[in-house]
């Protein structure tokens, strides 16, 4: 079994919040998913996605300047069976729908190849081509304030707003599409920083094929082939979809990317934070 915590350096003090919300871990044929535990002391309640059912705990400090250290379990086991069955069902959100003129421009890409996969590998790479890697404050982002997402020549972001693009540009062309968030870890320490990371996976035909442009991008590498870690590394899934929207207390918690733990404030808005420390371990001959 595999044992990753995350160590966080604020707390719910220096937020204004009152409880930190953790999305659970999920299946894949790669690895089972067995458990969280929050912190000690801390009290717990869980919660689900309205939409999908996927599952998250909000977990509360005894004091609002208490450490927080949360742990994931996974079973790594290529045997672990499929991913859910519905990770390509669409999000009803305006966040992963494509502007008119942008799903006009990919649709055509699409079809210039005779679409299926040699067309989603053109959107794949034609999107790539299109973007820089870079952490952006978010009203620099190319999608800050849009209601859907916009056509773009040239843009920068991290791998959610690359993917964010992508799922759009895919869906646009009738692609079965998933969005999915994990912890990542690579092989060889420095190649790739440690932490919350998103990709794509796509199915058609009943063939599925995993697509991580800005890993491609980490690494300088600028064509983009289907697989996972072009630096080799492990993953271990968190979830799938976009803008999950937890009921707690009688209020709403939206999670725009579900991905690594955020602060709750009172009213139910979550908060980034500092992103944790991320410590992986091998716990040989743990119990199931």
Wanted: charged share 20%; net charge negative.
């Amino acid at each position: 079994m595999t044992n990753i915590t995350l160590s966080f350096p604020d707390t719910a003090a220096d937020h204004g919040a009152v409880s930190l919300i953790v999305p659970h871990g999920m299946d894949m044929e790669f690895h089972r998913f067995r458990g969280i535990r929050g912190p000690a002391g801390w009290t717990s309640e869980p919660v689900k996605d309205a939409d999908t059912g996927q599952g998250a705990t909000v977990f509360t400090p005894p004091s609002p300047r208490a450490e927080a250290v949360i742990s994931y379990d996974y079973d790594d086991d290529a045997s672990s069976g499929p991913a859910p069955v519905d990770i390509f069902v669409p999000e009803n959100s305006p966040r992963v729908h494509a502007a008119a003129d942008l799903a006009q421009d990919m649709r055509s890409h699409f079809d210039a190849v005779g679409g299926g996969e040699n067309g989603i590998a053109a959107i794949v790479q034609d999107v790539a081509d299109r973007f820089e890697y870079a952490n952006l404050p978010p009203e620099m982002l190319y999608h800050a304030g849009e209601a859907s997402v916009p056509l773009v020549a040239c843009a920068a972001g991290n791998c959610i707003d690359i993917n964010l693009f992508l799922v759009a540009a895919l869906r646009a062309c009738d692609v079965e599409t998933a969005y999915l968030t994990c912890l990542y870890q690579a092989d060889e320490p420095g190649q790739i920083e440690p932490g919350m990371h998103c990709w794509v996976r796509t199915r058609h035909s009943g063939r599925v094929q995993d697509w991580d442009i800005a890993h491609f991008k980490k690494v300088a590498k600028s064509r983009i082939l289907p697989g996972l870690n072009p630096v080799p590394g492990r993953r271990w899934t968190l979830c799938y979809g976009r803008d999950h929207r937890y009921l707690w207390q009688g209020k709403d918690i939206v999670l725009s990317t579900p991905s690594r733990p955020q602060w709750v404030q009172a009213d139910g808005t979550a908060i980034w934070g500092d992103g944790p420390e991320m410590r992986v371990r091998e716990e040989h001959g743990a119990a199931a």
